[in-house]
């Protein structure tokens, strides 16, 4: 069980079609000796350490070189972005994987009528393994940074650095939080009932196809026209898509 009320708490009855996939996901994908807060505190561990290190390289920044700060976030938010809305949504060859663990388990693991972990076991439907975050670190940011370097300055490599490894923490916490229970006082952080309600909507399988890509903050799905926001009121009345509807 998880001590910060994660459970899940709707009284409404499991759908019986997410219920039978979550037995199957955790029969075939989750080990007897998985520990979810160990998952947890691994992607935490070392993310930090990876900024605490980088951190303590920095020397001397001149004001232009702490650009690299929003525009690394601005790349960070469209690669989330685009990743979503292609492979991850999209079969495509070489990535065959990151679409089986989207959209056929994630998804199917969590619908918007049912977003919530049940224990703590349940936190692998939703946390990168850690060996892919380490691969993504060597494949992806080292030579990023070594080519920042040579290109700018170290300055530069390690602010973007720093920033994408802490853009990718962000995301991963945040989407964590989004499949807590709604009562935890995780899902009632400022901010968070809106982002959260971006993700559930996205979590509608007639709706995840085509809306609320970014997992984080929706700037891509802004500039892209794919945000949907949950019509209320008579506002509802302009907004809703009518092929929302399950
Ligand atoms: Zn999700
Ligand atoms: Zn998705």
Known sequence: ML?????????????????AFRSKFRRDHIGPRYHGWLHLGF????????ITACWAWLQDIRPLEWLTIPVTCLYANLVEYFGHRGPMHHPVRGLGLIYERHARQHHR??????????????????????????????AFAMPAGLLLAWLFSDNVALLFV??????????????FAYHTAPESWVARLPLMPRLRLLH?????????????FNITYPVGDVLFGTLYRQPTGCEGSRQTDPRSAR
Do not use: W
């Open 109 to 138: 693991f969590f619908r918007d009528d049912l977003m919530a972990f049940d224990c703590s076991r349940d936190f692998k439907a939703v946390l990168f393994p850690p060996v892919l975050i380490v691969f993504y670190l060597l």
């Open 200 to 212: 559930t909507l996205h979590h509608r399988p007639s709706l995840m196809q085509r809306y609320n």
């Open 3 to 19: 001590a910060m009320g994660t459970t899940h708490a709707q009284s409404d009855p499991i759908p019986a079609e997410v219920a």
């Open 43 to 50: 992607t935490a561990g070392l993310c930090l350490l990876v």
């Open 162 to 175: 720093i920033t994408a490894v802490a853009y990718f923490l962000n995301y991963e916490l945040l989407h």
